[in-house]
T-cell receptor, first 116, second 115 residues
Framework: GAGVSQSPSNKVTEKGKDVELRCDPI?????LYWYRQSLGQGLEFLIY????????KSGLPSDRFSAERTGGSVSTLTIQRTQQEDSAVYLC??????????????FGAGTRLSVL | AQKVTQAQTEISVVEKEDVTLDCVYE???????LFWYKQPPSGELVFLIR??????QNEISGRYSWNFQKSTSSFNFTITASQVVDSAVYFC????????????FGQGTELSVKP
C-alpha cells in the first residue's frame, strides 16, 4: 500500500483479555517502530525492528507486551492480560532504513485501544 | 539523558497571525536529528521536516520556517500567516545516533487557529 496501514482502527476489550494489533509498513521499508500515545505519558517509544529482529525492546512497559515481525514486513504487537492502563493509541511507523541518514518515519493512523 | 521539551502546551491565534512553536532538546550525542510532526484532528502523525545536527541552516517551506540553534539547543517552528487548517498538535522529536532511530518526542503543542 501507499502508506502504513494499521488494524483494527479501534479495539474495545475487557480487562484480562489478550489483544493483537497489526501493522503493515510501507513496501520496501526495512525499519519498523511501535509507539504508544496516551494522555498521561504523551508519545512514547515501545520497540523497533530492523528486518525481523528487534534490537531494542527497552520501551516495552511490561512482560505482558510482546511484538514480532515476520518476513520483514507485517508486525504484530500483542498485549496479554490487558489492564485499564493499557488504554491508549498504538502507533506504528516505518522508515526506509535504520541509519539516521535515511530514517524518516512515516506513521499509520493508529489503533485506539480501550480496556474496560 | 535525552529529552525534548515543548513548553507551550496550547497556543491560540487568530487567522493570519504569525506563530512560533518552541522546542528545546537535550542530548549527549554529537550526531542527531531533529524532527517536527503535525497531528491533525484525524490523528495521523504527518512528517514536516528533519534536520541533522551538523546543518544549522534555517529552512523555509512556504508559510513554514524552522530555526535550528545548537548554541541554545533549540529547534523552533514558525508558521507565517496562519490558517485554520494549521490547527493541530505539533510534536518536536529527537533521534540519536545510538538510538536505532527511535524518536523521543516532546509533549506537543496544540495550536488553535481561529477564523
Amino acid at each position: 500500500g501507499a502508506g502504513v496501514s494499521q488494524s483494527p482502527s479501534n479495539k474495545v476489550t475487557e480487562k484480562g483479555k489478550d489483544v493483537e494489533l497489526r501493522c503493515d509498513p510501507i513496501s520496501g521499508h526495512t525499519a519498523l517502530y511501535w509507539y504508544r500515545q496516551s494522555l498521561g505519558q504523551g508519545l512514547e517509544f515501545l520497540i523497533y525492528f530492523q528486518g525481523n529482529s528487534a534490537p531494542d525492546k527497552s520501551g516495552l512497559p511490561s512482560d505482558r507486551f510482546s511484538a514480532e515481525r515476520t518476513g520483514g514486513s507485517v508486525s504484530t504487537l500483542t498485549i496479554q492480560r490487558t489492564q485499564q492502563e493499557d488504554s491508549a493509541v498504538y502507533l506504528c511507523a516505518s522508515s526506509l532504513e535504520l541509519s539516521l541518514a535515511k530514517n524518516i518515519q512515516y506513521f499509520g493512523a493508529g489503533t485506539r485501544l480501550s480496556v474496560l | 539523558a535525552q529529552k525534548v521539551t515543548q513548553a507551550q502546551t496550547e497556543i491560540s491565534v487568530v487567522e493570519k497571525e504569525d506563530v512560533t512553536l518552541d522546542c528545546v532538546y537535550e542530548t549527549r550525542d554529537t550526531t542527531y536529528y531533529l524532527f517536527w510532526y503535525k497531528q491533525p484532528p484525524s490523528g495521523e502523525l504527518v512528517f514536516l521536516i528533519r534536520r541533522n545536527s551538523f546543518d544549522e541552516q534555517n529552512e523555509i517551506s512556504g508559510r513554514y520556517s524552522w530555526n535550528f540553534q545548537k548554541s541554545t539547543s533549540s529547534f523552533n517552528f514558525t508558521i507565517t500567516a496562519s490558517q485554520v487548517v494549521d490547527s493541530a498538535v505539533y510534536f518536536c522529536a529527537l533521534s540519536e545516533a545510538q538510538g536505532g532511530g527511535k524518536l523521543i518526542f516532546g509533549q506537543g503543542t496544540e495550536l488553535s487557529v481561529k477564523p
